[in-house]
């Protein structure tokens, strides 16, 4: 199974930062990628898909780079509905596998 | 609008079973796969297994190969998961997801989670 790592695993954070959040594979999953938002209790969010894609309806504050083995989420200028959970996803091979999750905290 | 629903929560004793159901809305549930995801307290995400609605296929993760149970009735939309054997690892938000393969593969749409508690 391809292990994915996500980094750092929580930070905090001021309303108007620039967070990056890092998901890196054990193998490369080329650009088969996905980033999503999680808030308690709701069900989670598809942000990114395939590295560098905007789902519909996301801000544009969001956006993902990457490809092989190392990928980038980014959130410019931070808003106070951001504060969740965002976790990685690699859909490369079976089983998909997730990150371990970052959880993004008001400072 | 899509909508996946879940069913509510559940509290069972070891050796039990439970079968979480997952309705869709706003769509036919035939049109894209469907796949479950657990996520245990302070733990990440694990993949249990995939459905294809419209044919029945189904695949497992390894570690669920022998407990994991896919159904669907197609005539009202809805997905089901029922897991065997349960134990208190399996304390755990269990998760149905719409699965769009455009560019790869992911998971667009989520239903709101539903946690099952293994106790004895």
């Known amino acids: 199974d391809i292990q994915m790592t996500q980094s750092p695993s929580s930070l905090s954070a001021s309303v108007g930062d620039r967070v990056t959040i890092t998901c890196r594979a054990s193998?490369?999953?080329?650009?088969?990628l996905n980033w999503y938002q999680h808030k308690p209790g709701q069900a989670p969010k598809l942000l990114i898909y395939?590295?560098?894609n905007l789902q519909t309806g996301v801000p544009s504050r969001f956006s993902g780079s990457g490809s092989g083995t190392d990928f980038t989420l980014t959130i410019t200028s931070l808003q106070p509905e951001d504060f969740a959970t965002y976790f990685c996803?690699?859909?490369?091979?079976?089983?998909?596998?997730f990150g371990g999750g970052t959880k993004v905290e008001i400072k | 609008q899509v909508h996946l629903v879940q069913s509510g929560a559940e509290v069972k004793k070891p050796g039990a079973s439970v079968k979480v159901s997952c309705k869709a809305s706003g769509y036919s549930v035939t049109t894209f796969d469907i796949s479950w995801v657990r996520q245990a307290t302070g733990q990440g995400l694990e993949w249990m297994g995939w459905m294809n609605p419209q044919n029945g296929n189904t695949a497992k993760a390894q570690n669920f190969q022998d407990r994991l149970t896919l159904t669907r009735d197609t005539s009202i939309d809805t997905v089901y998961m029922e897991l065997s054997g349960l134990k208190s690892e399996d304390t755990a938000v269990y998760f149905c997801a719409r699965e769009i393969r455009y560019s790869g593969s992911f998971f667009e749409s989520w239903g709101q989670g539903t946690l099952v508690t293994v106790s004895s």
């Open positions: 395939t590295a560098s």
């Open positions: 996803h690699q859909s490369f091979s079976i089983p998909p596998t």
């Open positions: 193998q490369s999953v080329s650009q088969y």
